[in-house]
T-cell receptor, first 112, second 111 residues
Framework: DTAVSQTPKYLVTQMGNDKSIKCEQN?????MYWYKQDSKKFLKIMFS???????INETVPNRFSPKSPDKAHLNLHINSLELGDSAVYFC???????????FGPGTRLTVL | KNEVEQSPQNLTAQEGEFITINCSYS?????LHWLQQHPGGGIVSLFM???GKKKHGRLIATINIQEKHSSLHITASHPRDSAVYIC?????????????FGKGTLLTVNP
């Protein structure tokens, strides 16, 4: 199936740990994104990559480091996890920068 | 004040009713998105528009660029339309675009 997939779907970890979330799209899109949805369900853009190059980094702590090994993948690595990092993280892709978005299913991160 | 304001925050309707959700924004935009987030959490793009009106099935989206306002209409609403509807605007940030979201409207359609 053509889609945007994320792994894992759920991630529970202790404060201070380092974790990664993987994202893959097989839609042939040029642009990929990471969004954070907080406990109040408010969505916010974190990063945007176009053809493996970082386009947007929206005031995200440098503990968050996106990595795009190729156009189809955009992984999110988080160092020294904090309680406030608990949220749902959505990966998305689009053909052109911020055109119609195709979202992954989300990764619910819980930091204890 | 958020750059993107949605109203109402919560909306309860009876099956069959005509629904309107509003979105106002305060920045110059190049496009506006309407998204639907299902109770299970998945997000689906409904519309992207920069002028006029778009229709898909029972859903209609309109935008008035001069008034900085968009509406999402649902005709003959159904319980399966129950979801959070999110407005997002694409604006220019220097040489790049960015997407700014409203806080969403929770729609509940009762049978």
């Amino acid at each position: 199936d053509t889609a945007v997939s994320q792994t894992p779907k759920y991630l529970v970890t202790q404060m201070g740990n380092d974790k990664s979330i993987k994202c893959e799209q097989n839609l042939g899109h040029d642009t990929m994104y990471w969004y954070k949805q907080d406990s109040k369900k408010f969505l916010k853009i974190m990063f945007s990559y176009n053809n493996k190059e970082l386009i947007i980094n929206e005031t995200v702590p440098n503990r968050f480091s996106p990595k795009s090994p190729d156009k189809a993948h955009l992984n999110l690595h988080i160092n020294s996890l904090e309680l406030g990092d608990s949220a749902v993280y959505f990966c998305a892709s689009s053909q052109v920068n911020f055109n119609e978005q195709f979202f992954g299913p989300g990764t619910r991160l819980t930091v204890l | 004040k958020n750059e993107v304001e949605q109203s109402p925050q919560n909306l309860t309707a009876q099956e069959g009713e005509f629904i309107t959700i509003n979105c106002s924004y305060s920045v110059g935009i190049s496009a506006l998105h309407w998204l639907q987030q299902h109770p299970g959490g998945g997000i689906v793009s409904l519309f992207m528009l920069s002028s006029g009106k778009k229709k898909h099935g029972r859903l209609i989206a309109t935008i008035n660029i001069q008034e900085k306002h968009s509406s999402l209409h649902i005709t003959a609403s159904h319980p399966r339309d129950s979801a959070v509807y999110i407005c997002a605007v694409r604006s220019s940030g220097g040489s790049n675009y960015k997407l700014t979201f409203g806080k969403g409207t929770l729609l509940t359609v009762n049978p």
